[in-house]
């Protein structure tokens, strides 16, 4: 599948890392050539592409979006999604690692509102980026869940074979106010993990009877 990466530091590049090794076809969506996190990422996978933002759009049938959540608002004014699916990585983060809204609604709520043209789904924000570069944990029997929210079933879908190609078990918490909640399973990751010391190779697990 083509697929877009609107940022790629360290979250962009290990998701697109390892989708690309899985044979898909990743575009760096990105207008400024001189991009630093576009550099490196090129010069450590000279198979990435690189396309400004618009002409990505248009060639791709998922985009994932991992830049500061502070920018988003900005980078996507303007663009038209054309009904694509648009993967929402970032988090508001505020002060003392507190939601960046206020918990009042979700960062990908906002997204939704700001990009009306895209269809928005919520993955790959409940772990650290470490995850993201090795999600493997060969002592278990299970996969790590990555729990998903969006308000479309068929993006919600063509999602699921993606985020299997990454290694984890994909589970649909329902429409995209269950975003605010896994904004706040983030929060309880990176507090324990980059406030309290937690070793980053952790993840949630999904078992059901
Ligand atoms: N780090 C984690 O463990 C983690 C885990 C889950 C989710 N997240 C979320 O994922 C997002 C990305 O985090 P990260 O750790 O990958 O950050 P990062 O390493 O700092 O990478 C940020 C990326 O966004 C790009 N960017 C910054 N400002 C931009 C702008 N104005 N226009 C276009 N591109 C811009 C950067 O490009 P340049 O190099 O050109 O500046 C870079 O490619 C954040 O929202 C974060 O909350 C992070």
């Keep these: 599948m083509d697929i877009a990466f609107i940022g790629i530091g360290k979250v962009g590049?290990?998701?697109?890392?390892?989708?690309?090794?899985?044979?898909?076809?990743?575009?760096?969506?990105?207008?400024?050539?001189?991009?630093?996190s576009a550099q490196t990422a090129l010069a450590k996978n000279p198979a990435f592409k690189m396309q400004s933002?618009?002409?990505?759009?248009?060639?791709?049938?998922?985009?994932?979006?991992?830049?500061?959540?502070?920018?988003?608002?900005?980078?996507?004014?303007?663009l038209d999604f054309e009904n694509k699916i648009l993967v929402d990585c970032t988090n508001p983060v505020g002060p003392g690692i507190s939601h960046g809204l206020e918990s009042e609604v979700s960062g990908s709520e906002k997204i939704q509102e700001w990009t009306p043209s895209a269809k928005v789904v919520k993955a790959f924000t409940i772990y650290g980026y470490e995850n993201f570069e090795d999600s493997t944990y060969p002592a278990?029997?299970?996969?790590?869940?990555m729990l998903i929210a969006g308000n479309d079933d068929q993006a919600k879908d063509s999602l699921i074979p993606i985020i299997t190609d990454l290694g984890?078990?994909?589970?649909?918490?329902?429409?995209?106010?269950?975003?605010?909640?896994?904004?706040?399973?983030?929060?309880?990751?990176?507090?324990?993990?980059?406030?309290?010391?937690?070793?980053?190779?952790?993840?949630?697990?999904?078992?059901?009877?």
């Design 13 to 36: 590049f290990a998701l697109a890392n390892n989708l690309q090794q899985k044979g898909h076809n990743v575009i760096i969506a990105n207008d400024n050539p001189n991009s630093d």
């Design 53 to 78: 933002v618009k002409e990505a759009i248009s060639h791709v049938e998922i985009v994932f979006l991992a830049t500061p959540f502070s920018v988003v608002e900005e980078v996507l004014s303007a």
């Design 140 to 145: 278990y029997p299970i996969k790590p869940v």
């Design 168 to 209: 984890f078990e994909a589970k649909d918490t329902g429409g995209l106010d269950q975003a605010l909640h896994l904004e706040h399973m983030t929060l309880l990751w990176v507090k324990m993990v980059r406030r309290d010391g937690h070793r980053p190779n952790f993840v949630w697990g999904y078992l059901e009877r």
